[in-house]
């Protein structure tokens, strides 16, 4: 018996409601058709970002003769592909929870391969198939407490263990030449690691993948997906029948109620400010690293090309239910108080400069803080890729292989990645006891990061509340 499951349609977002790095690009676009008529395919993608862009070029690279459509609720990387803070790092800071997820030589093997991935961008930008802004001037890995010193020891130990050395020491002196800012006064430099231009990204991928032979269908949200052999996807205009489907819809998998008990949606706030680059080059920061602290709110910054600043942080809100609405493209309150506030703190000699741009972006998050990929129960040829939690630039290209594999049933060394179906996956409680719990850990974290901010101990009540916490949420990108 066929399944069927009813999916999500984004809210398209107002012009001023969208991100820098879609603005600034929007004359790069290219418009692709919206879907007409019946097509049919051998794989189906629903999403446009950058799960559904590199998989289609990765199963286009692998097998040239399959026909490959990529259907899109609204344009190429509307939705967290074109709304992150464009950092670019491996998944060596992430070692124990890749380990946790597989075991030690996959986990080593993954991060690798991340770092791999930044010289396979390096390579497309310096060819000119694809310009993404890159610049790899390094990963800054900061603290600016107490509380955030030696975030980094695990990786470091661990990467030690392997042989291998990504990462070394700076202390205040550098982190102020450098960022121009005391907040942080510590931290390691990821040296092949740094930041692109989100917007550049996705307008230029979405190209190469058409370069590739991959067919794109954008503002056709799709409203149905039946799951059967062939699967059925429907949308107002049309339908693409196809022996195989891959959900990549980062925040709106979670219609999909299997995979809703698997997830959770947080959302980021980011702030671009007007061009100042005489300023920025007068304190000595002149280049395209990224930046970020090790407070669970992590903040997040880097210099653009141009001269601002592009300055974010995890919220940690999110909604009841996982209803993504117009709240998720800009609240009622405009919510970008306390972003400001904190990047005033850190850069309080700029508490003049005019805001230009700020936005928000929707996180698709699992306990383990590592995506999970597999198929629908019942469904073997519906496969889903999901739980980024915000740090996926160098991840997607380097994972992408896996999914690729996973959708043609490849026993390779990508096929057999345990991040397949992974058997430790968690689940997150019902409703209303996720959201409520979400709720009063959020401002559990909250009072938490004021206190360790100024290098107060929390107090033991707020302390046994962030025990609540699942496992790794804190956005890096």
């Not at 692709?32 to 395919?41: E, K, S, T, Y």
């Not at 490849?410 to 709720?439: C, H, M, Y």
């Not at 974290?445 to 107060?456: G, L, Q, S």
Request: proline share 4%.
């Amino acid at each position: 018996m066929s399944r069927r499951f009813t999916l999500s349609t984004p809210v398209p977002a107002a012009e001023r409601d969208q991100s820098f790095w879609l603005r600034d690009t929007a004359a790069l676009a290219r418009r692709f058709p919206a879907l007409a008529g019946d097509v049919h395919a051998d794989v189906a993608i629903i999403g446009g970002g950058l799960t559904g862009l590199w998989s289609a070029i990765r199963l286009r690279e692998t097998s040239p003769e399959l026909r490959v459509v990529v259907v899109e609720a609204v344009e190429c990387g509307y939705g967290a592909s074109g709304r992150n803070g464009g950092q670019v790092h491996s998944w060596f800071e992430s070692l124990d929870r890749l380990a946790d997820a597989t075991d030690e030589a996959e986990a080593f093997r993954l991060a690798q391969a991340t770092s791999d991935a930044m010289d396979e961008l390096q390579a497309l930008q310096d060819s000119g198939e694809l310009d993404m802004g890159l610049r790899l001037d390094g990963w800054l890995w900061t603290a600016s407490s107490i509380a955030q010193e030696g975030a980094w020891d695990g990786a470091l130990e661990r990467t030690a263990a392997r042989g291998v050395a990504p990462y070394q020491p700076v202390d205040a002196a550098e982190l102020q030449r450098r960022t121009g800012s005391t907040a942080s006064y510590t931290g390691v430099l990821e040296r092949k690691a740094g930041t692109l231009h989100p917007g550049k990204l996705m307008r230029n991928l979405a190209i190469y993948a058409a370069t590739k032979g991959v067919e794109i269908f954008e503002r056709s949200p799709v409203t149905e997906l039946t799951a059967g052999s062939p699967a059925t996807l429907r949308t107002a205009s049309g339908s693409v029948t196809a022996g195989k489907v891959l959900l990549a819809t980062n925040i709106w998998a979670s219609a999909i109620p299997q995979l809703r008990r698997k997830m959770f949606i947080v959302d980021s706030e980011v702030i671009a400010t007007e061009q100042i680059p005489e300023r920025l080059e007068a304190f000595g920061w002149t280049d395209g690293a990224s930046v970020c602290d090790a407070q669970d709110q992590v903040l997040y910054y880097q210099r653009t090309e141009d001269g601002r600043i592009v300055f974010g942080r995890g919220s940690g809100r999110t909604t009841f239910r996982d209803r993504i609405g117009a709240a998720f493209n800009r609240r009622r309150d405009g919510g970008m108080a306390d972003t400001i506030a904190e990047f005033h703190r850190v850069y309080p000699q700029l508490r003049d400069v005019r805001i230009d741009y700020d936005w928000t972006g929707g996180i698709d998050c699992v306990p383990a803080h590592v995506p999970i990929f597999g198929n629908l129960a019942g469904a073997s040829n519906v496969f889903y890729a999901l739980g980024w939690n915000g740090t996926a630039l160098a991840q997607i290209p380097a994972t992408s292989r896996i999914i690729a594999s996973m959708i043609l049933g490849r026993t390779d060394e990508w096929g057999r990645s345990k991040l397949i179906n992974q058997r430790r996956a968690k689940s997150l409680p019902p409703e209303p006891f996720r959201f409520v719990g979400a709720i009063i850990v959020r401002q559990a974290i909250v009072w938490k990061n004021r206190a360790e901010i100024v290098n107060r101990r929390p107090n033991p009540v707020l302390r046994a509340v962030l025990t609540l916490m699942p496992k790794g949420t804190r956005e890096h990108e």
